[in-house]
Nanobody, 119 residues
Framework: QVQLVDSGGGLVQPGGSMTLSCAAS????????MGWYRQTPENERELVAI???????DYANFAKGRFTISGDDAKDTVTLHMNNLESDDTAVYYC?????????????WSKGTLVTVAS
């Protein structure tokens, strides 16, 4: 069993910046990938950014040039740095992790942290 704890959400002004963090704990022998998704009432849960071992990084189009994802394998953590935030970035952001069989099976989600971009 793997638990993901996210943090860093809250209220931020348009054009501002925010950093989200996620830490994995539990039966974490190794993880194949960690990243971030987001969801609003209007849209299905969508990928924001993800980093996969050993070093592959993928970003959603809306995140390119504004968001940066980084990971620390030793600490089983991932961080999302968000810049130039817009009102459309308002969403619940979820941390995501993939297991690395046979050490860790399955995929996992955090409970989500709300990011509100408004003046």
């Amino acid at each position: 069993q793997v638990q993901l704890v996210d943090s860093g959400g809250g209220l931020v002004q348009p054009g501002g910046s925010m950093t989200l963090s996620c830490a994995a704990s539990g039966d974490v022998y190794s993880l194949r990938a960690m990243g971030w998704y987001r969801q609003t009432p209007e849209n299905e849960r969508e990928l924001v950014a993800i980093i996969r071992r050993p070093s592959t990084v993928d970003y959603a189009n809306f995140a390119k040039g504004r968001f940066t994802i980084s990971g620390d394998d030793a600490k089983d953590t991932v961080t999302l740095h968000m810049n130039n935030l817009e009102s459309d970035d308002t969403a619940v952001y979820y941390c995501y992790a993939e297991g690395y069989p046979p050490f860790t099976y399955g995929s996992f989600w955090s409970k989500g942290t709300l990011v509100t971009v408004a003046s």
